[in-house]
């Protein structure tokens, strides 16, 4: 999948929960993206990091945390006030410059609740 | 809101047929634009793009049309075979990348 792995590949979060989803990629892009996506639904954007120690809220990111320590890592942590966790969440890198401006995409974390 | 969407959610086609399958896009400064390929379960695969400064963009067995008169987008995809069965969904870059909900192409033997 393009040099990007997301792990696991399906995850049970039981009420209460936290859980973190792991995204590395060995690219050597900057920028970073996690997206979930509903059945019959475009993909949404939950945050975006254009570079290491800085990100930035998308368009649904409540109930959601990251952390870009490293450039390569992206986690994404599900916190129990995320009410609808259950969803395919897909993280994407790409590299910086109009030449490089592909997403590419991991395999996904498939997530459900118990 | 606007959004980048199909005009076709389902397509069956049968298998050595061409197929074609189209998207609106929603902001006309967007200068860039794919088409992905995304099967059950997994995550999108890169197929083909085109920038706005063209009409058209032929990759294997896929061309992209691009007409930005009406933001139009649309994938060819030449004798179709059955490893093409999956969701297509095309995306604009700016303001920030959004994608279409994806049309499900079947095809049949």
Known sequence: DGGIT???KYLFRKEGQNVTLSCEQNLNHDAMY????DPGQGLRLIYYSQIVNDFQK????????VSREKKESFPLTVTSAQKN?????????????????????????QLSVL | ???????LPTLSVQEGDNSIINCAYSNSASDYFIW?????GKGPQFIIDIRSNMDKRQGQRVTVLLNKTV????LQIAATQPGDSAVYFCAENLPRWRFGAGTRLTVKP
Not at chain 1, 34 to 37: L, V
Not at chain 2, 71 to 74: A, D
């Open chain 1, 6 to 8: 997301q792990s696991p």
């Open chain 1, 34 to 37: 996690w997206y979930r996506q």
């Open chain 1, 58 to 65: 998308g368009d649904i990111a409540e109930g959601y945390s």
């Open chain 1, 85 to 109: 966790p259950t969803a395919f969440y897909l993280c994407a890198s790409r590299g910086q410059g109009s030449t490089n401006e592909k997403l590419f995409f991991g395999s996904g974390t």
């Open chain 2, 1 to 7: 809101g606007e959004s980048v969407g199909l005009h």
């Open chain 2, 36 to 40: 992905y390929k995304q099967e059950s």
């Open chain 2, 71 to 74: 933001k139009h987008l649309s």
